[in-house]
T-cell receptor, first 119, second 113 residues
């Protein structure tokens, strides 16, 4: 089945540093990938939609200058948390749709998530 | 009102029990429906898509009621390994943003011996 790989799975960084998270679709092409954030005991909240070759679309309340998204190829999207602060500590998950490009009823396949802890 | 609502639970059931979860959605233009399972501190995994005619996969049965705008998940003969959070996911096509998926808050199930 479709596989999405996310790296790193866990990162601890100091306040003020930047962290880059990679999301790769291993056996399919994904023109669109999604980035989510999940706080403890809460559901996934969509942060942004990453489109290959164009600017990402950010959800309301998500700072695009803080959460930089780059989708340079059909198999790779990156999320960079810039100048991280303790309140950015969360579980970040990417996903991609493996069905026909743009087909709305194809399910999502998730990366294994990145647990970010900012000290 | 949330776009996709679920009872957060937890549902505590004994092994072998039958348990059902409901999920309501507010966008009548929604076109795709899924149930995902999420284990603690892990990423969600697709459990099953939900089709208009209803569908079954082993012990799991999903139903869609478009008129009332809800979907359901029925788990028969619960196993300890079914303990997890079940996420209801609803999708629709947004002309500007493309495919949009909205997650419910999840329903936590705990199956006890």
């Amino acid at each position: 089945g479709a596989v999405v790989s996310q790296h790193p799975s866990r990162v601890i960084c100091k306040s003020g540093t930047s962290v880059k998270i990679e999301c790769r679709s291993l056996d399919f092409q994904a023109t669109t990938m999604f980035w989510y954030r999940q706080f403890p005991k809460q559901s996934l909240m969509l942060m942004a939609t990453s489109n290959e070759g164009s600017k990402a679309t950010y959800e309301q309340g998500v700072e695009k200058d803080k959460f930089l998204i780059n989708h340079a190829s059909l198999t790779l999207s990156t999320l960079t948390v810039t100048s991280a602060h303790p309140e950015d500590s969360s579980f970040y998950i990417c996903s991609a749709r493996s069905g026909q490009l743009g087909k709305y009823n194809s399910p999502l396949h998730f990366g294994n998530g990145t647990r970010l802890t900012v000290t | 009102r949330k776009e996709v609502e679920q009872d957060p639970g937890p549902f505590n059931v004994p092994e072998g029990a039958t348990v059902a979860f409901n999920c309501t959605y507010s966008n009548s233009a929604s076109q795709s429906f899924f149930w995902y399972r999420q284990d603690c501190r892990k990423e969600p995994k697709l459990l099953m898509s939900v089709y208009s005619s209803g569908n079954e996969d082993g012990r799991f049965t999903a139903q869609l009621n478009r008129a009332s705008q809800y979907i359901s998940l029925l788990i028969r003969d619960s196993k300890l390994s079914d303990s997890a959070t079940y996420l209801c996911v609803v999708g629709f096509m947004n002309n500007n943003a493309g495919n949009m998926l909205t997650f419910g808050g999840g329903t936590r199930l705990m199956v006890k011996p």
